[in-house]
């Protein structure tokens, strides 16, 4: 299917736009009349920039407020009209959006709507132009798909059709089953984005939080299904307005935009090849620039290091079937450490994983290996962690713990594996990054939450599946502690575990303060157990959860988890408490 966006979605100058939607692989391009007002091309240019960079023009936006109004209006509209068909032929642009009037002077009048309508596709039509009637979820009379489309049959012109917007017929709760009874040839743009549920003025939630499909909270793989089963075989065209996207590197926008079109026309081919879903970590691997903090924070949480790296300076340390990697070399990616540099996701076809992240457009990063290393397929995720393709132990594949010759059995202590990672993003990825996971890794990603943080607030958004559990937070605040990263680890009987910490390593669990304790069992009971052991609760439907949290070391500290019953979340309702604790931890 043809692919378009719209210029609005990406951030710089309307050239700088085409350069970076036509690099991440778009065949054409919406262009919004700001976009090109502001533009020192003359329109002919631009038609020549875009045709260099192999973009056909798909569509010029929007032409507001034309239809339903006073006569005394109308003469003004078509001479606005005249002006926009004139300035279309010269740009290369045969189809123009008519978004339904918003203005006071609209009359609600669809007959009238209609014939004015039916007009302006006459004079269009004189030119080579097509009209694309689009309802706005906020339009003064017309603001439902199934009313344009009323419209458009009532004015019956060949060169009159809609325009169908999934944020307008979605944000509105429209059953977008309606689309079915509009024949495809009537069906002249379809515009895409996805968008997270908000209860706020629609146009605000439009203007300032749409995000690309696979972001948000709606069915648009739904929307378009009903789509084409209409017939309709004109572009998928995202048209996107979002600040945080307004603000970032176009390149990497228009990357993330394609992605996003890739991981969809995926969804609609019933036989398109599903993500293979890692079952679980094979190992997190840790950038400790030399120092010895970490070791000795994993070794009195009872791991030991069971092997070196045959050429590299990198300590395998293992405890039941958790696997950390210490490197002391220092790590191009983190500008702290320690810090967390690496994962390795067990996979049970790692050449498929990277095939499919490739094509889902994650940079495959260069096989960095000594002549006699595994090779391990690895891809960056978005805040630049590695992502290793691993399948450790079996036959049929290079495993990578042979290049660590084991010096020491692997302790079976209370830790049984790695539950979960927490991973931080620059507050500009966090929408990409959710799209990332769950295009290139097929996790799901739940609900975002936001946490109180002394200084500013923590977004946060867990992704899961196949037995990985990731979490991604972003930080609104200035404070350099919020760029923290953490390991969680499983823990068979974490009660056992926190005594002996606490009578073995005073200093290294984070002191949680006796109010802490004190909210804890007004709501839930005494467990004097609880307290005593300095460890953090929560429950769900399904089960409890045991937590507890050792010191920082640069950025990096680690957790230890006790999932009890079917408890499936991450202690959330105690993560303010954490970040506070850690604020005072450092200053
Ligand atoms: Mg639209
Ligand atoms: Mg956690």
Redesign the pocket.
Known sequence: MRKSIATVSVSGTLTEKLEAIAAAGFDGVEVFENDLVACPLPPEEIRLRADDLGLGIDMYQPLRDFEAVPDDVLKGNLRRAEYTFELMNRLGADTLLV?SNVSPDALPDDELAAAQLRLLAERAAGHGIRVAY?ALAWGRHVSEYLHAWRIVRTADHPALGV?L?S??ILSRGSDPIGIEAIPGEKVFFL?LADAPRLAMDVLQWSRHYRCFPGQGGFDVTGLVRHVLATGYAGPLSL?VFNDVFRQSDARRTALDAMRSLIALEEALTPDGVPPVVPSGFAFAELATEGSAELSGILSALGFARTGTHRTKPVELWEQGGARVLLNAAPAESADEEPALVAIGLETPDPAASVKRAGKLLAPVLPRERAPRDAPLDAIAAPDGTALFFCRTGHADHPDWTADFPRAEPVPEGDVTGIDHVALTQPWQHFDEASLFYRGVLGLRPQESLEVADPYGLLRSRAMAGGGTRLVVNIARTVARQASRQHVAFAVRDLRALARRLRADHPGLLLPIPANYYDNLEARYGADPEIRELGLLYDRDEEGEFLHLYTVTAGRVFFELVQRIGGYDGYGAANAAVRLAVQHAERS
Do not use: A, T
């Open positions: 978004c689009e325009c917007d944020f307008h515009q048209e």
